[in-house]
């Protein structure tokens, strides 16, 4: 007859803590991992928001989205001399779909190079007329223009260029 003898060997737990740490550790890298991907791209993963289920809140770093030409209005400065210079640049303009472009001279007509000047929260779209006008240079409004234009958030200054 055989007798079954009991096992007397004590189990150690290091495989099963060495497991468990490990598990961690990778965790750990996968979501620090995430974390640099999100900083280093300036985007922030979705989230709800508390409103409700399913509605996704807006990343604050989401820009409006741009105002169509049909709603923009432009004042086109001639800084050049050249006569007619603003008038055929204005009428290049409208062509192009804008709302208004307005064209007079500029304080000085020794302007070197062109500039598209807009008034804070325009500068999304005074690179676009920038493109459009192919112009190079893009700068805040420093508000020079004239008190009877200044509802007019586009400047485009034409020079020797």
Do not use: C
């Amino acid at each position: 007859m055989e007798h079954v003898q009991p096992i007397n060997r004590s189990f150690s737990s290091r495989p099963t803590t060495f497991a468990l740490a490990l598990l961690l550790a990778v965790s750990l890298m996968v979501v620090g991992g995430l974390v640099l991907l999100f900083q280093a791209t300036g985007t922030r993963p979705a989230t709800e928001t508390p409103a409700g289920k399913g509605q996704v809140a807006t990343p604050p770093h989401v820009l409006p989205p741009l105002r169509p030409r049909s709603r923009t209005s432009v004042l086109v400065l001639n800084g050049n001399g050249v006569s007619g210079a603003a008038g055929t640049e204005a009428t290049a303009i409208l062509d192009r779909g804008y709302a208004h472009a307005v064209p007079t001279d500029a304080a000085s007509s020794d302007y070197a190079r062109s500039l598209v000047l807009f008034r804070p929260g325009w500068q999304r779209e005074a690179e676009r007329l920038a493109r459009d006008a192919g112009i190079r240079a893009v700068a805040p409004l420093d508000g020079r223009v004239a008190g009877a234009y200044a509802r007019l958030p586009l400047v485009l200054v034409l020079g020797a260029n």
